[in-house]
């Protein structure tokens, strides 16, 4: 079964909202979580490390101001697109795991799409 | 910087063909390597991992052998099912960057009845 649950799996909004999606650890703590973005037909780009307790890490190019993550225990991190615009819309995922040999495990995707 | 390059798609194969999808990669250090499969519309599932050199990871008929001389990860599977199609994605983890994949673009593979 799914060790990674993420949601909502699809959103349709107006410009201008804010959206709010979260990606839990269903059976193990996870000190460390990633968002990735992936648009059709690409592979999936790293946008940050959420880090528990402590400040995400973004990687270049990416708005933090934008794009606020929060992880603020061991099974939960959020990812807030603030002021959502059409150029947003795309497949978020997020990922939690891995470190040394293990392999991340991945939620399902959210399907953002703003109007 | 690391980095992992996979071959072009789409790949399309009739049921019961030969796969391969080639991957290499450039990394600085020692890394873990993986394949992961995304079905239309879905996350990313683990596929198979190899964590050193020589080692095979194999899962659903599906197998990948670590090559450092080559610095390549090919995915390989006999016999290929109508239910294999998807993206199939290769990526490595360096466990001094705290578990963070870097992927390669990705390979489409459909495969006809």
């Known amino acids: 079964g799914a060790v990674v649950s993420q949601h909502p799996s699809r959103v349709i909004c107006k410009s201008g909202t804010s959206v709010k999606i979260e990606c839990r650890s269903l059976?193990?703590?996870?000190?460390?979580m990633f968002w990735y973005r992936q648009f059709p037909k690409q592979s999936l780009m790293l946008m940050a490390t959420?880090?528990?307790?402590?400040?995400?890490?973004?990687e270049q190019g990416v708005e933090k101001d934008k794009f606020l993550i929060n992880h603020a225990s061991l099974t939960l991190s959020t990812l807030t697109v603030t002021s959502a615009h059409p150029e947003d819309s795309s497949f978020y995922i997020c990922?939690?795991?891995?470190?040394?040999?293990?392999?991340?495990?991945f939620g399902d995707g959210t399907r953002l799409s703003i109007l | 910087g690391d980095s992992v390059t996979q071959m072009e798609g789409p790949v399309t194969l009739s049921e019961e063909a030969f796969l391969t999808i080639n991957c290499t990669y450039t990394?600085?250090?020692?890394?873990?390597l993986f394949w992961y499969v995304q079905y239309p519309g879905e996350g990313l599932q683990l596929l198979l991992k190899?964590?050193?050199?020589?080692d095979k990871g194999s899962n659903k008929g599906f197998e990948a052998t670590y090559r450092k001389e080559t610095t390549s990860f090919h995915l390989e599977k006999g016999s290929v099912q109508v239910s294999d199609s998807a993206v199939y994605f290769c990526a490595l983890s360096d466990r001094n960057q705290g578990g963070k994949l870097i992927f390669g673009q990705g390979t489409e593979l459909s495969v006809k009845p």
């Open positions: 990394a600085t250090g020692y890394p873990s």
């Open positions: 990922s939690a795991g891995g470190g040394g040999n293990q392999p991340q495990h």
């Open positions: 190899a964590t050193k050199a020589d």
């Open positions: 959420s880090n528990e307790g402590s400040k995400a890490t973004y």
């Open positions: 059976d193990f703590q996870a000190t460390t």
